[in-house]
């Protein structure tokens, strides 16, 4: 079975600075898809952004750009200018490229709280 | 496109009364829609999967009677919590996938509060 984790359970960071949220995973499979979601206090669940494992290059989305390192089952989130919007729960989350197996079900991690100061 | 939305988004029941919660994918169509519990400041905790027009897959340890997963049409599943308790209390969450897309749309949520 797969696992996430993630190991701050709160973070903050200034305004306008950068933060990197951390998370690790655990898997057999060779492909697959990561994914960060922020969950504000409204609890929406929104999709930040996502990674195929087969691509190398590490997606990115405006200010959010994430370090995918496939061999170390690593996946961190960089929020770079940091504004107050972006305080919120994150959770990383992984889905198996295979649904047969999965039923493309979600993995998510604990989250981490982040709070951006003024 | 693909907005999910729930219905209600907060309800207050007795112990021992029913409670539906109905998950609607509005522009799309869902062949597989999910259903997470999630307590204050804690991860999504997937209880159910549910494809349309077969019975729900649960999680273990997830009571089955308890939690009454329908998923009748491409749009609308809905999650029955039966005699619910207060333990029962907690922000239900679905989600719906749309056929041929590799994420999840999210509904949401809805508050359950049992007295």
């Known amino acids: 079975a797969q696992t996430v984790t993630q190991s701050q359970p709160e973070m903050s960071v200034q305004e306008a600075e950068t933060v990197t949220l951390s998370c690790t995973y655990d898997?057999?499979?060779?492909?697959?898809?990561l994914f960060w979601y922020k969950q504000p206090p409204s609890r929406q669940m929104i999709l930040v952004i996502r990674q195929e494992a087969y691509k190398q290059q590490n997606a990115t989305e405006n200010r959010f750009s994430v370090n995918f390192q496939k061999a170390a089952k690593s996946f961190s989130l960089k929020i770079s200018d940091s504004q107050l919007g972006d305080a919120a729960m994150y959770f990383c989350?992984?889905?198996?490229?295979?649904?047969?197996?999965?039923?493309?079900?979600?993995?998510f991690g604990e989250g981490t709280q982040l709070t951006v100061n003024p | 496109g693909a907005v999910v939305s729930q219905h209600p988004s907060r309800v207050i029941c007795k112990s021992g009364t029913s409670v539906k919660i109905e998950c609607r994918s509005l522009?799309?169509?869902?062949?597989?829609m999910f259903w997470y519990r999630q307590f204050p400041k804690k991860s999504l905790m997937l209880m159910a999967t549910s494809n349309e027009g077969s019975k729900a897959t649960y999680e273990q340890g997830v009571e089955k009677d308890k939690f009454l997963i329908n998923h009748a049409s491409l749009t609308l599943s809905t999650l029955t919590v039966t005699s619910a308790h207060p333990e029962d209390s907690s922000f239900y969450i679905c989600s719906a996938r749309r056929h041929g897309l590799n994420e999840q749309f999210f509904g949401p949520g809805t508050r359950l509060t049992v007295l």
């Open positions: 522009d799309f169509q869902a062949t597989t």
């Open positions: 989350a992984y889905r198996s490229a295979v649904s047969e197996t999965s039923g493309s079900r979600l993995t």
């Open positions: 898997t057999s499979e060779s492909d697959y898809y």
